[in-house]
């Protein structure tokens, strides 16, 4: 006798089982929640009259019970200090730069301060001096610096120096520019059809100049002790 196999209902069919088992439930818990009846929130009792209260009653109506003592706010320190960031800045420039050489050498106000295409010479207490083409001049207060380029080795390089660095002794402007630049950043000279090359042989022609000068043996006065611009265009002007 051959056994009787379970009948297999489609997938689909199973679906249609399910989703009227749940429509069965949906219908059974919305009638039940329809006959619950829903409680009203009553408002809370009111205080009784021996309840404690800040207030008490007098004969001229409700006056706090108890005063409270204030006191003034502290004095601000924003009248005696308005501008602190810039009062910390003078007095942090004091500190660095007491004679205030290096600060008059590169202030807008001063006609021979440097200008950007000016070659410069920087003497540091450690290493050997650096030279070169004055590209930009940053001026941020203690973090003033100027750029310089030179060409060593066939080789362009650039070199940012912080004027207020007590690692720089002194800069000098070795020769300036014939004419003034119209831009304050001359990074175009970076590319090898403004590049200047090497100014090597301008220094050394420069610190020569200044031997004879301090022997006696021209018989000049030094312009590296003077203020003024002077007429050459060759010229030094220290940084103390």
């Known amino acids: 006798m051959a056994s009787s196999a379970p009948i297999l209902r489609p997938l689909s069919c199973w679906k249609a089982l399910l989703r009227q088992s749940r429509q069965q439930k949906m219908c059974i818990r919305c009638m039940a929640t329809a006959q619950t009846p829903v409680k009203k929130l009553r408002p809370p009792p009111p205080l009784p009259s021996s309840f404690p209260s800040p207030y008490k009653l007098t004969h001229k109506g409700h006056e706090p019970a108890k005063k409270i003592k204030t006191y003034p706010p502290p004095p601000s320190a924003r009248n005696k200090f308005p501008t602190p960031l810039v009062d910390w800045t003078a007095q942090h420039l004091k500190d660095i730069d007491p004679t205030g050489s290096r600060t008059r050498l590169f202030a807008k106000d001063n006609k021979d301060a440097p200008q950007p295409g000016d070659i410069l010479l920087v003497t540091f207490k450690t290493g050997d001096p650096f030279s070169g083409v004055c590209l930009s001049i940053r001026r941020r207060g203690v ?13 362009g390089v650039e070199m940012w120096v912080k004027i207020y660095s007590p690692n720089v002794t002194a800069i000098e402007v070795v020769k300036r520019a014939e004419k003034r630049a119209r831009r304050a950043r001359l990074y175009y000279m970076r590319k090898p059809k403004h590049d200047r090359g090497s100014v090597e042989g301008e220094v050394e022609e420069y610190l020569k100049k200044r031997r004879l000068i301090r022997s006696g043996a021209l018989g000049i006065k030094d312009p590296t002790m003077s203020t003024k611009r002077p007429e050459s265009s060759r010229s030094g002007v220290k940084a103390r």
């Open 143 to 155: 973090d003033t610096g100027i750029l310089l380029r030179n060409r060593l080795m066939m080789t």
